[in-house]
Structure formats: C-alpha cells, structure tokens
C-alpha cells in the first residue's frame, strides 16, 4: 500500500493539500486494504491513519498494516477534529463525489480549517492496476468462466431468465466468490434488444438469442463477461449475421488496443464495422469500461473518452446491436492493455453457440 499512498502525497503536493480524508469505500480500501465497511483514512505527508470504532479495530490492525489505527468511540468527526489539531491541517482535502451535502456542512461546523473538494484523486491512481490487482481480476473472470460454462446447460426452453440469473450467481458463489458484481443481465428472445434487459419473468423459447451479462466479486476485484447464444433451434441467417458483425467489431478492436492508442479511437475501430454493416444506429453505447475494485471505473472506451490508454489498464469490450423488436447481440470479454498490445483475460469460446 506505500506505492499507493505515496503516489496520493504527490498529487495531494500538487493540489496544495495538507492532507486526504478518505471515506469512498472503493478508495479506503485501495489505499489501505482495510475491508471494512466504517472507517475513514486521513492521510498527510507523513501519516497515514484509518480512524474505525472497535468493531473494527482489530481487523484493521491486520488489514491495514501501514496505518495507525484510531479507535473513536462517540464521534468520529470529533477524533478527526482533534487529529486536525495535532498534525496541525491547515487545508483538508475531501472527496466531493462521495460525500454528501449534509456531510459537507458538519465538516464546516465541526472542523476549524479550509475544506478542499477534490474529484477523482485516488480514481486517477486507480486506473492502472498493478499485478497483484490483475491476478485478483484474471482469478474472478476465471470463476466467470466457469460458471458459464455450467449454467448452457440449463438455458433450455420454458425456463425463465430470474432463475438463470439466481442459478448464476449460486455457481459463481459455489466457486469462490463472495457475490455478484452487478444485476445480472439475462435477456432473451426480443428483449434481448435491451442492452441493460435485467432478468425477468419471460420463459426462455426456441429460436432465442439470449444475452447473459454478468460477473463476480473476488477478493474485492470485479469481473464482467456476457455471452450471447441461441436456444433450441438455428441460428437463423440474420441471427449468424448481427451476430458475426458484433464478432468482428469485437476482434478488429481488441487488435487495436494497446499503450498510446486513445480510448476513444478503439471505440471508433468497432463503430466503423458495425456502421459499414448498417447497423450504426442499433450500437447506442460505448465500446467498454474499465474494471477493478467496481464494476464501472475511467477511462472508458467511448466517442468521448480522449484518454491515452497505459499499461496495466484494465478494460471491457463489449460491442452490441440491439435492433428492436427482433433482438440484440452483445460479446465482452476483459482485457490487460500493454506496451504493445493487450492480454485478454477470457479464454470462453465466441463462435456463436446453440445450446
Ligand atoms: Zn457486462
Ligand atoms: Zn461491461
């Protein structure tokens, strides 16, 4: 974690910030470790402290090895007043995407100094992982894997989306994880066109294309993978069609992620196949995401992302053509950008399927 928190100190340098408080749970957990649910971390050039209450204490001793643990036991706000006082913080930097207005005005009240809105400190830091990060990704797409690997089986017709959405998430349990990282997405027949179609009640039939797009929580890493197959009985023409341009868009990006490249230019790469194919209209949303400790991180693979992609940064790409009233296909798959190219973390087939 020293990596990490001296990387904050430099930016907190730069801003002018005598010290970070860090209450966003994502962040509390990269910078420290700690995965507890209370606690805030307050962190200066020199210190670096986790104030919890005693629920906690003892697991953030383990956790969070390089804080000094402070223990509050009626008010935090006053232990970090006081805290305030001793290291003598003049400007105390907060995390203004995290922190609610309420809380905002008893920190004005309570704390005697210059507060500070800060917007994506840590998140910037977040965005390229380092190896211990990528091999908790690379275990929870493993276990994704796996689990759909299983669950084609019971894709069969007269059964309905929840069920497979719940059986899923059982598997993804049974193997490891400790939850989803998101509502599944099981989608079949027309609905299917809806690229969010969360499970429903609709009983699966014959002939469907169904999108399944779901993922797991591994040691506090996200995984999001989502497979579209056909039950029964095909695939028709038009289905092998929409869905081998998908396919396309999906490999040619995947060949044009790599360090140097813009996050919006590899958007463009699957945009361009999928409008020569006249389905430009029926692909309403960005090319990927970033994943780590959630689902949804920056930088993304979108028109409008200019972010030049690094080396250890962690992304989705997932095309899609949801054309309505017929339905819609979507394939993603996780990659490791490097220097002269990117790792895909999925080994599951792509070749479309007919379970
Ligand atoms: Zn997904
Ligand atoms: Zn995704």
């Known amino acids: ?31 420290s470790g700690f ?23 003892e697991q953030a001793e383990v956790e969070a090895a390089d804080y000094e643990i402070i223990e509050f036991n009626d008010s935090k706000l006053e232990m970090l007043s006081q805290l305030i006082n001793e290291q003598q913080i003049e400007i105390l930097g907060f995390e203004a995407e995290h922190e609610t207005y309420d809380q905002y005005l008893k920190y004005q009240d309570k704390l005697d100094l210059e507060l ?36 084609q089986q019971s894709l069969q017709p007269g059964v309905i989306e929840r069920d497979i959405a719940a059986e899923l998430e059982f598997l993804l349990r049974k193997k490891g994880a400790s939850g989803k990282s998101f509502d599944f997405i099981v989608a079949s027949g027309k609905r299917s066109a809806l690229p969010h179609g969360v499970a429903s009640e609709k009983e699966i039939e014959v002939g469907d ?55 919006s230019d590899v958007d463009q790469v699957a945009r361009d196949i999928i409008t020569k194919a006249s389905y ?5 949303h960005g090319l990927g995401h970033s ?25 989705t790409v997932e095309p899609g053509i949801y054309l309505p009233d017929w339905g819609g296909v979507r394939i993603e798959d996780i990659v490791v950008v490097t220097e002269d190219g990117c790792q895909v973390l999925n080994k599951f087939n792509k070749e479309l399927i007919v379970v």
């Open 280 to 284: 430009g209209d029926y692909f309403g």
């Open 35 to 57: 995965t507890g649910t209370a606690g805030s971390l307050l962190i200066t050039q020199q210190d670096a402290m986790l104030v919890t209450d005693f629920r906690y204490t």
């Open 116 to 151: 500070k809105a800060t917007k994506g400190l840590v998140k910037e830091i977040r965005k390229v992982k380092d190896q211990t990060e990528v091999t908790k990704i690379k275990e929870a797409v493993q276990i994704t894997e796996e689990a759909f690997f299983e669950i």
């Open 1 to 31: 974690m020293q990596i990490r928190i001296e990387k904050l100190r430099v930016k907190l340098k730069k801003e002018k910030i005598d010290a970070l408080l860090v209450n966003d749970p994502a962040n509390r957990r990269y910078l």
């Open 209 to 263: 294309l169904v999108t399944i797009d779901f993922g797991c929580l591994y040691k506090g890493y996200c995984s999001d993978m989502t497979r579209t197959v056909v039950v029964g009985d095909g695939p028709t023409k038009k289905q092998k069609e929409v869905y081998y341009t998908v396919l396309e868009a999906q490999q040619e990006s995947l060949k044009g992620i790599k360090a140097g490249v813009k996050a």
């Open 291 to 315: 994943v780590g400790l959630e689902i949804h991180e920056g930088p993304r693979l979108s028109p409008k992302d200019d972010t030049v992609l690094e080396p250890g940064m962690v992304l």
